[in-house]
């Protein structure tokens, strides 16, 4: 048996980040035998050269360095049409866009697919079996990505739903945040599990209000990515309100962390998205004032606990 165990032309990808994210995926791409171009200011090498030519483009860069990116490769020659695939997790500050809208603002010729799913880097890096979801409003466009990345290691399912699958994969950071302040304080297994399904609750809320459908989060990369980083010490994010619940600050946790938390950027973004939109998230609005030094942990664990008494669900 092959390596791969999905056969196809090998295609000429550029990854623009090489950090974890970024490295994890040109790994992929690479076991299928396709030719990678891994881009990244840090290896400064030329970002013309890498987009040369290419069949795919491939954005695994933070949050703060998309707009740049795509300032940056407006002075270039992009090969016309070619699919735009966008795998950061985050939400920009400026305009309270998501990567992939910033990208299709930004390239509006070309297919925008987004990649998101429970991925772990360090778990891919080490070629575990992993699953994930390529969406866009161009099928085929998704199907080209799924081919790219599929193997006998990595499941891709295709999706007609690109902003509910960033989405969810973009607002659970929020959620691994107090997930990891939860385990911290020691709750136990019954709180954990009301955080999340109520968390779960919270994102449908907003994700649906902002053009996501219902069922994406109930998906891989809703659910599924919340499961994943909501119980996982490799999530920058939990660790950040593990480290929090311990008493640290978070300027100290973020300096150990050493690597992007996007969660912390996104809980400020989805707050004022919340305020604008008069959509109510309790769980990320404890989150918020425990980040912005307003609240201890033990103190939002008791907010949660007293609100108002509701159903579950309204008819
Ligand atoms: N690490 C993981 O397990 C996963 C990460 N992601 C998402 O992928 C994105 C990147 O995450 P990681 O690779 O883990 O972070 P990282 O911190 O390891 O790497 C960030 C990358 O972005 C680049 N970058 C940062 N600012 C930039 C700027 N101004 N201009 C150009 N490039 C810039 C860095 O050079 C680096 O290549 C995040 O949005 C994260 O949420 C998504 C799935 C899994
Ligand atoms: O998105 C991720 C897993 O799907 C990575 O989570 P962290 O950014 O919290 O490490």
């Not at 070629?127 to 099928?139: F, I, M, W």
């Amino acid at each position: 048996m092959s390596d791969s165990s999905v056969s196809n032309p090998p295609l000429k990808i550029a990854i623009l980040g090489a950090g974890a994210w970024g490295s994890a995926l040109a790994k992929l791409a690479n076991y299928n035998g396709h030719t990678v171009y891994l881009w990244s200011r840090r290896l400064g090498n030329s970002l013309a050269e890498s987009i040369h030519s290419i069949d795919v483009l491939v954005s695994a860069i933070s949050m703060r360095g998309v707009t740049a990116t795509i300032d940056q490769l407006h002075s270039l020659k992009l090969p016309d049409q070619i699919p735009i695939v966008t795998a950061t997790k985050g939400l920009d500050p400026d305009s309270t866009c998501t990567p992939s809208q910033l990208w299709g603002r930004g390239f509006p010729d070309h297919p925008i697919v987004v990649l998101s799913g429970p991925n772990l880097s360090a778990e891919i890096q080490q070629g575990l079996p992993a699953a994930t979801v390529v969406a866009s409003e161009d099928l085929e466009a998704a199907k080209i990505v799924q081919r790219v990345f599929a193997s006998n290691r990595f499941r891709v399912y295709t999706s007609s739903d690109p902003m509910g699958t960033e989405l969810g994969g973009t607002l659970k950071n929020v959620i691994a945040i107090a997930a990891g302040v939860c385990d911290g304080l020691q709750l136990g297994t019954n709180a954990k599990s009301a955080l999340l399904t109520r968390a779960l609750t919270e994102i449908i809320r907003i994700g649906t209000h902002l053009g996501g459908k219902t069922e994406t989060f109930f998906g891989l990369s809703g659910l599924g990515d919340m499961l994943t980083t909501c119980n996982s010490a490799l999530s920058r994010n939990y660790r950040v309100g593990y480290g929090l619940a311990a008493g640290k600050t978070l300027e100290q946790v973020l300096t150990e962390l050493g690597s992007t938390a996007e969660g912390v950027n996104t809980t400020n973004v989805l707050i004022e998205i919340a305020h604008r939109e008069r959509i109510p998230v309790p769980i990320s609005w404890q989150v918020y004032q425990l980040l912005n030094h307003q609240i201890t942990p033990q103190k939002a664990v008791e907010s949660l606990m007293e609100r108002d008494l509701k159903p579950e669900f309204y008819l």
